[in-house]
């Protein structure tokens, strides 16, 4: 467990801000030490820096707190994958496998196609042996998509060249996605995509609120530039770690 | 559908490579060597006929702009050929509708790179 003003630190937001959203919002249920101050547990640290990259993307904190499952989600895959070239392929079809039509209008391309994105980017800028993990989860309406590589860090001068060649998985998943995060540690990069999705129905294209055609905005951007910040923090941190022992 | 990919000569300096099933990081650098082949055999003008094509990614779209960089110096063109809505979003997503002209059918793009070509190559009969 950890206390309020240390988290805030860490996640770059006011204290203030913090007490604020468990006042009104009740996000995230802080339980109380017994001087009344509030303590937070790895759970709900990582709630808030999931809030938190959805306010960054322009969303209000109160919405991206609705938007969180508040349920079990419909259905869910977990996929361990061998870091190869065909990685995304098979990413792919347990995507379709587990959504149902693979093919007409309801093919769940959008879903699909974020999910080989990031298979894509685990198998080229993360670790050649170590599998990559996928988590995806059914909710009403949308698509929670998790993407980890583990082993370690994603490599995020490759991930950040958006033009060069295949470069563009990031702006493509940025385009489809309601809002995304990368988070980044030592053992490992995880990137989260909530996309939207209408189970049975045809596939509702996501809209994103600037329309198509813009190039990764300047917050994304700048998601990559803090969790490769992070990143060398981390590896910092790894390291005085290591020399203490 | 199984990744494959095949060319076909259209006359002079044109070609046409159609791909069919699914474009990723594994079947990209097939598709990147063919279309290198057919740029190094003298084709300026390719049309990359995508109609049987079930899934691209980032990667061959990386492998599209590679041929572009290799034809735009010599005055040629790559034109794309393709109906399926999805595909065609992820041209629109990234821009790279306003890079390519895309077609509906190959026969359309094979028109344009034809019209294209001959505005390249004035038939200018020789002087005397």
């Known amino acids: 467990m950890r206390e309020l003003g240390n988290i805030a ?91 149902g039509s693979s093919n007409g209008p309801e093919r769940p391309f959008s879903v699909e196609l974020v999910a080989s994105e990031l298979v894509k980017n685990a198998v080229v800028y993360g670790s050649r042996s170590d599998p990559i993990e996928l988590d995806l989860e059914v909710h009403q309406g949308w698509i929670e998509l998790r993407v980890s590589n583990t082993g370690a860090p994603m490599r995020m001068k490759g991930l950040r060249r958006t033009r060069r060649a295949g470069g563009r998985g990031l702006e493509i998943m940025d385009a489809l996605a309601w809002g995304w995060s990368i988070d980044t540690g030592p053992l490992g990069t995880t990137i989260s995509a909530r996309i939207p999705f209408v189970e049975g129905g045809a596939e509702r294209l996501a809209s994103p609120a600037n329309g198509y055609g813009t190039r990764m905005t300047r917050t994304s951007r700048a998601a990559i530039a803090t969790a490769e910040r992070r990143q060398v923090e981390n590896v910092g941190d790894g390291a005085r770690r290591a020399r203490k022992h | 559908m199984d990744f494959r990919v095949a060319t076909s000569d259209l006359g002079k300096d044109a070609s046409s490579v159609v791909v069919t099933g699914e474009v990723d990081l594994s079947t990209a650098p097939e598709l990147k060597e063919v279309l290198t082949g057919v740029i190094d055999g003298g084709a300026r003008f390719v049309l990359v006929d995508l109609s049987d094509a079930t899934f691209i990614d980032s990667t061959t779209l990386g492998v599209l702009m590679g041929a572009v960089k290799r034809v735009r110096p010599l005055g040629g063109e790559i034109a794309i050929a393709c109906d399926d809505p999805n595909i065609r979003k992820i041209f629109e997503i990234t821009l790279l509708d306003r890079v390519f002209a895309i077609f509906d059918t190959p026969d359309e793009g094979i028109a344009h790179l034809r019209d294209v070509a001959r505005v390249e190559h004035p038939d200018v009969s020789p002087a005397g």
Not at chain 1, 10 to 35: C, H
Not at chain 1, 52 to 57: D, N, Q, S, T
Not at chain 1, 78 to 96: C, E, I, K, N
């Open chain 1, 9 to 99: 630190r860490e996640l770059g937001v006011d204290a203030a801000t913090l007490r604020q959203w468990e006042r009104q919002y009740g996000v995230p249920p802080a339980q109380r030490d017994v001087r009344g101050r509030r303590l937070y547990d790895d759970r709900q640290v990582a709630e808030l820096r999931r809030i938190l990259a959805f306010v960054e993307l322009g969303e209000r904190a109160h919405l991206a707190h609705v938007q969180k499952p508040a349920t079990a989600p419909l259905r869910c895959l977990r996929l361990r994958l061998t870091p190869a070239s065909d990685a995304p392929g098979r990413a792919r079809r347990a995507v379709s496998e587990l959504l």
